[in-house]
């Protein structure tokens, strides 16, 4: 089992505000991090998927980068929307087969 | 494409009953998973099949069995329900690889009395 930690726990921002998250996991035999949205009543969707060490991917506004060597990972909202208002979540694997979740960062988003 | 699909959406049991929660995907995955997802506890794994004709235990397999009918479905069964089972069930699945993404069911919501 992996120990995958997220903070902050929740976060309110103001719109427009940019913001970042943290998830943390354990460096050795890392083999992929998975950053999802899961918004209230919905599925968990996919953001992004990172398996090397210094990977950046971007979508939109959103954005994240991955650091496999001290074995964490950033999440940044530029701009902050209401639509964005979400659970965000992160996934570790060591295998491949069996993903790891973190408990989440629950943005609210203050018009 | 319906992605993956559950059955039921909910469903409420009494202690010591049995049921299956139906999972189905049509993107032609491998690995299929299923996880519950508890207040404060994040998304858990179950159990897995990381192809057809596989299954594997997650974190917290106990009190449930799967089987993996064919390469689309992949069913969670609960033989003698408790209420510590009452949770949210997501199914999903993805292709092999860890560069692949899930794709989530919408979820079924299950309460032990």
């Known amino acids: ?7 902050p726990q929740s976060l309110h921002v103001q719109e427009g505000d940019s913001t970042n998250f943290t998830c943390s996991f354990p460096s050795s035999n890392f083999y992929a991090l998975h950053w999802y949205r899961w918004e209230t009543a919905k599925s968990p969707e996919a953001l992004f998927v990172m398996t090397l060490n210094g990977d950046e991917k971007k979508k939109g506004r959103i954005s994240a980068t991955l ?3 001290e074995g964490y990972s950033y999440l940044y909202i530029k701009g902050s929307q ?3 208002s979400a659970t965000y979540l992160c996934a570790s694997s060591n295998t491949g087969n069996q993903f790891y979740f973190g408990t989440g960062t629950s943005l609210t988003v203050i018009p | 494409n319906a992605g993956v699909t559950q059955t039921p959406k909910f469903q409420v049991l009494k202690t010591g009953q049995s049921m299956t929660l139906q999972c189905a995907q049509d993107m032609n995955h491998n690995s299929m998973y299923w996880y519950r997802q508890d207040p404060g506890m994040g998304l858990r794994l179950i159990y897995y099949s990381a192809s057809e004709g596989t299954t594997d235990k997650g974190e917290v397999p106990n009190g449930y069995n799967v089987s993996r009918l064919n390469k689309r479905e992949f069913s969670l069964r609960l033989e003698s ?4 089972q009452t949770s949210v069930y997501f199914c999903a ?5 860890g560069a692949y993404e899930q794709y989530f069911g919408p979820g079924t919501r299950l309460t032990v009395t």
């Open chain 1, 67 to 69: 650091n496999t060597k």
């Open chain 1, 1 to 7: 089992i992996l120990n995958v930690e997220q903070s």
């Open chain 2, 81 to 84: 329900a408790a209420p510590s």
């Open chain 1, 82 to 84: 209401p639509e964005d």
């Open chain 2, 93 to 97: 699945s993805r292709s092999l690889g």
